[in-house]
């Protein structure tokens, strides 16, 4: 049974498996990653409904642009349709849209939708629902390092002030972007047991949730399974 007071703060998730699911069907990719769409919109309304503070999703990693401009642009587009169709019912629903990563490389459009849908929804103080769009967890952390680097420059930062926290505070998810803590459960689907890049620095003790099941088929059902896993594992912190 899922325990309803022991519901992760932050759940992040790595919805791999659109070209597979596709591949199975002897159907073009796009068809994998509109299902995947289909799938995303489904788990963010549960994740709401179980009181889930932050959501993070893996949509189009730094290292995605290798694909065909076709693919890439394709999946743009769909996150676009997405947030357009989904805009009135996540604003009705109290949730904050915002994005982690770089995404002004976006085409223009894109970035004005995008824009739009995270200033409508900025004051909403519901479900967190940040979407990792050409986003790296390294290109993060350099662009951190350079922001140091640029204040201790400027005399503004000294030496021994720098720490932790003012890493933490300038990646996307810090206090300078946005303040969202580290996510307690990572999911990852498809059977592919690795990072790729997602939240290098933040899944420091994160727990890992893995499964067979390709992101398009992945339901709430399975999500609320991935949470029970979570809930039996034990939480040391590299202490006894
Ligand atoms: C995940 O599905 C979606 C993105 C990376 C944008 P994939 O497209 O990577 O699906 P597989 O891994 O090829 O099956
Ligand atoms: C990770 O999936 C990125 C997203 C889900 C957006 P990939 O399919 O790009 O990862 P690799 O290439 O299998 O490591
Ligand atoms: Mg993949």
């Not at 900025?122 to 629902?129: M, P, Q």
């Not at 662009?143 to 990646?171: C, Y």
């Not at 890049?197 to 398009?216: D, G, I, K, R």
Request: some cysteine; charged content about 25%; glycine content about 8%.
């Amino acid at each position: 049974m899922l325990d309803a007071g022991h519901i992760p703060q932050h759940v992040a998730i790595v919805m791999d498996g659109n070209g597979r699911w596709a591949d199975k069907r002897m159907l073009p990719k796009m068809a994998g990653h509109n299902a995947g769409m289909k799938a995303m919109k489904e788990i963010v309304k549960c994740a709401d409904q179980l009181g889930v503070k932050y959501l993070t999703v893996y949509a189009f990693s730094t290292e995605n642009w290798k694909r065909s401009v076709e693919e890439v642009s394709g999946i743009f587009k769909l996150i676009v349709i997405y947030v357009d169709s989904e805009l009135k019912e996540l604003h009705g629903n109290n949730v904050n849209v915002s994005i982690l990563g770089d995404y002004s490389m976006l085409p223009k459009d894109s970035v004005q939708r995008l824009g739009y849908a995270i200033e409508t929804t900025k004051n909403n103080t519901g479900l967190r629902f940040n979407i990792a769009l050409n986003y790296g967890g390294r290109d993060e952390i350099s662009r951190a390092v350079k922001s140091i680097a640029e204040e201790a420059k400027a005399g503004t930062l000294e030496l021994p002030d720098i720490n932790e926290d003012t890493i933490s505070s300038r990646l996307w998810t810090g206090s300078h972007h946005a303040d969202i803590p580290d996510p307690e459960l990572i999911i990852r689907t498809s059977n592919e047991m690795r990072l790729s890049n997602f939240l290098l620095w933040q899944s420091a003790y994160s727990e890992f949730v893995f499964t067979q099941t390709l992101w398009p088929d992945f339901t709430p059902d399975e999500f609320k399974r991935c949470i029970m896993e979570f809930q039996e594992r034990k939480r040391r912190f590299g202490g006894r």
